[in-house]
């Protein structure tokens, strides 16, 4: 089974819908990042958490919210999702600071029509 | 400011060439990590190598190798007698003591495309 699990893999839905994404951990790492990636741009933090009481926004965090319901799950909600967060959405784990490796998950795609 | 450039946006090579993807970085830390991933079609992303700051001996794992020179800012990657199994998108990333702890910062990504 994968260490690092998303759900779901792909999502259509429509402006102004509220939509989560979910991700679960099972490489007992207290760090955990969500990052969208768009084509040609790279990578981009939306939100990392610490563990379970520490929450951080990253670099593009408006229009998102996160929750850390325990140590192995971090979800990301879209509040009113518009057309321009279509984009593929990774979760991301590492044990502790910046020396570790980042684990990242499968990855969700998701377009808003 | 922390800034990983991956100039080749794209690049196409017939089987059994060499190629070698290239990524320059920026940082004023001393210490600092820097990353290689895979995207293949598929999407997910896979880890390929780690190398600290402190630490320029080359890498090898079998075709694949890394050159790390800090005179140059730069981390490239070279695959020898490239396959078409290694066609994907392949980013550098840098991780350091003084940005958010654990943020990786992300190059946008080199396209391999390994041709039969």
């Known amino acids: 089974d994968a260490d690092v699990t998303q759900t779901p893999r792909n999502r259509i839905t429509k402006t102004g819908k509220r939509i989560m994404l979910e991700c679960s951990q099972t490489?007992?790492?207290?760090?955990m990042y969500w990052y969208r990636q768009d084509p040609g741009l790279g990578l981009r933090l939306i939100y990392y958490s610490f563990d379970v009481k520490d929450i951080n926004k990253g670099e593009i965090s408006d229009g998102y919210s996160v929750s850390r319901q325990a140590q192995a799950k971090f979800s990301l909600s879209l509040e009113s999702a518009i057309p321009n967060q279509t984009a593929l959405y990774f979760c991301a784990t590492s044990a502790t600071g910046f020396t570790d490796t980042q684990y990242f998950g499968p990855g969700t795609r998701l377009t808003v029509l | 400011a922390q800034k990983v450039t991956q100039a080749q946006t794209e690049i196409s090579v017939v089987e059994k060439e060499d190629v070698t993807l290239d990524c320059v970085y920026e940082?004023?830390?001393?210490?600092?990590?820097l990353f290689w991933y895979k995207q293949p079609p598929s999407g997910e992303l896979v880890f390929l190598i780690r190398r600290n700051s402190f630490d320029e001996q080359n890498e090898i794992s079998g075709r694949y190798s890394w050159n790390f020179q800090k005179s140059t800012s730069s981390f490239n990657f070279t695959i020898t007698a490239s396959q078409v199994v290694d066609s994907a998108v392949y980013f550098c990333a840098l991780s350091n003591a003084g940005s958010t702890l654990g943020r990786l910062y992300f190059g946008r990504g080199t396209q391999l495309t390994v041709w039969p």
């Open positions: 490489k007992g790492h207290d760090r």
């Open positions: 940082t004023r830390d001393t210490t600092y990590y």
